[in-house]
């Protein structure tokens, strides 16, 4: 028999979630902190309901990808320092907390404050580009986060789930309609191109789903943009299709090095966080670089470092994802929840092949809980969170 939870509990643990979502975009410090909170509030509800974790879909995937890390970690070069880094890997227990803790209607309210926080967040970089000169490859606009490619990456997540917001959503359109400006515009400034061509894919993708016709927009946006844009962010998409661009010339350095990585270790990689200290021996000989965090591609990072089995888990939950999120939009009670979350794993592929976004904290925090909702939307809020 399953007992109602306490209204304390169920308060406490849904306002942790929301301050999760809220502060990632400002503080992985504090984004910490709050999931730690959060998590507890989902045990405390879980415990004094006397349930059984639910589960969505999507979990046993992730599972798989969690268990498989530990044997990399454990055939690693150096397992120590492979284990040690690996503390995002709890980040993955943000799926069944936000299942349990954000059922029906309250999935809408995280949404809500994702893109409200979100817009917050672009503000601050615009202020950073048009004030404080924030204007250079050099010197780009961060927001409050630590690095402008976390910053893109973010924003490139909630313009995502702004339009699907205003697509796919009847009522109280008009303030996520106001702020997607801001949002592109903060994206754009931040030169960051990953993350354009990931915005890019998102919206075409949400505009195909949405009136095939409504592709007819993007001619339209992209001659706005080269009509106001600067010189010097114009000239940063050009370099998109410029085979000399040393940062071109150097992801191309780094996809052979990775595939030879992968060829000579298959099954296990070689550890988590280890590319970086093999690097040098698979260097190729017309690379920019002399060493490499990560190989800049989200599949090949995983089974360098991981192995193929650990990739296949990752491919299983994107193709889980992606099935259950169109059935979702067709079916489901709230078709912008899952307009969102195709937005924002269509985002994170692309852009996901040209920089390593899913072993990011800050942001893969807001891409599970974007790619959990609308499971949890699926589940009455009143419905005990059986097995």
């Given at each position: ?277 093999v690097y040098p021996d698979y260097r190729a000989a017309d ?96 419905e005990p969170a059986a097995a």
């Open positions: 028999m399953t007992v109602r939870q306490t209204p304390a509990v169920e308060r406490a643990a849904f306002a942790a979630l929301l301050g999760l979502v809220a502060v990632v975009y400002f503080s992985i410090a504090a984004a910490g902190v709050l999931l730690g909170v959060t998590l507890l509030a989902w045990i405390a509800a879980v415990v004094t309901g006397r349930e059984r974790v639910a589960l969505p879909a999507i979990a046993w995937p992730l599972a798989a990808y969690v268990a498989w890390t530990l044997v990399a970690i454990a055939f690693s070069r150096d397992p120590a320092a492979s284990l040690t880094d690996q503390r995002e890997l709890l980040l993955f227990l943000i799926v069944p907390a936000v299942y349990r803790l954000a059922r029906g209607a309250r999935a809408l309210t995280v949404l809500d404050v994702l893109i409200s926080i979100g817009a917050l967040s672009a503000v601050v970089g615009i202020v950073q580009y048009g004030i404080l000169s924030y204007d250079t490859l050099g010197r780009r606009p961060q927001g409050t986060l630590g690095h402008y490619m976390t910053y893109s990456g973010t924003l490139m997540l909630v313009i995502g789930a702004a339009v699907a917001r205003v697509l796919f959503r009847k009522e109280n359109r008009t303030w996520p309609a106001l702020v997607i400006p801001a949002l592109a515009v903060a994206l754009v400034f931040t030169f960051s191109r990953n993350a354009w061509v990931g915005a890019c894919v998102a919206i075409g993708l949400l505009f195909m789903l949405k009136d095939l016709r409504l592709l007819g927009l993007l001619p339209v946006i992209a001659a706005v943009f080269f009509a106001l844009a600067p010189s010097a962010l114009t000239a940063r998409v050009y370099s998109m299709f410029n085979r000399n661009d040393p940062t071109n010339r150097d992801r191309v350095a780094m996809v052979d090095a990775g595939v030879r990585i992968v060829r000579d270790h298959p099954l296990t990689g070689v550890g988590p966080d280890m590319v970086i200290r690379a920019v670089e002399p060493i490499q965090p990560h190989l800049h591609n989200v599949p090949l990072q995983i089974a360098a470092e991981r192995g193929l089995p650990a990739l296949a888990a990752w491919l299983w939950f994107v193709v889980l994802l992606g099935r259950d999120l169109l059935r979702l939009l067709r079916k489901g009670p709230y078709p912008s929840l899952a307009a969102a979350g195709l937005a924002a794993l269509a985002a994170m592929l692309a852009a996901g092949l040209f920089e390593y976004n899913f072993g990011d904290s800050e942001f893969l925090i807001p891409f599970l809980v974007l790619a959990t909702l609308p499971y949890a939307a699926a589940v009455p809020a009143s």
